[in-house]
């Protein structure tokens, strides 16, 4: 597993028991990365993506809300929820491929949420690649 891929992971998973704790984030933060056998690289990406996610919540919560036709953000999975917050953080704020984005996004669903999730992750995603992303 690269780098990035594993602090996409650990910042879903700090985002997902910051926000189910209802705990402050930087305590969460500093809990469970500093209990991780990453290396630094990898604690500085994940420290970067949560920390963006974070401070750009609203805003991310409001593409989710946009593209999630007929679904309340507060009634989602909380790992859905926060892999679309991550997923939609890189897409506006970063550089990183589109493609990559999707696929890993996807492949973390698979694996740390419920069976219906890649799917339903991946058209919120698509519909919004379609509007937001691709020219016409």
Same mark, same amino acid.
């Given at each position: 597993?690269?780098?990035?891929? =594993? ?9 997902? $028991? ?14 469970? @990365? !500093?209990? $991780?056998? $990453?290396?630094?690289?990898?604690? =500085?990406?994940? /420290? ?9 919540? =609203? ?14 953000? !507060? ?6 929820? !926060?892999?679309?917050? @991550? ?6 704020? /970063? ?18 949420? =419920? ?9 919120? @995603?698509? !519909? ?5 992303? /691709?020219?016409?």
């Amino acid at each position: 597993m690269g780098k990035r891929n =594993t602090s996409r992971k650990l910042a879903m998973q700090v985002l997902f $028991q910051t926000e189910f704790q209802n705990s402050p984030a930087l305590d969460t933060i500093n809990h469970y @990365l !500093n209990r $991780q056998s $990453q290396f630094d690289e990898t604690k =500085t990406w994940t /420290l970067s993506l949560i920390e963006g996610v974070l401070e750009h919540k =609203t805003s991310l919560d409001e593409l989710i809300k946009k593209y999630a036709v007929d679904w309340e953000i !507060n009634r989602m999975n909380g790992v859905d929820r !926060n892999l679309l917050r @991550l997923a939609f953080y890189e897409m506006k704020y /970063l550089n990183t491929p589109i493609a990559v984005i999707l696929n890993e996004v996807i492949e973390l669903a698979k694996k740390y949420s =419920t069976d219906d999730s890649p799917k339903f992750i991946n058209g919120i @995603l698509g !519909n919004f690649v379609k509007k937001e992303c /691709l020219p016409e």
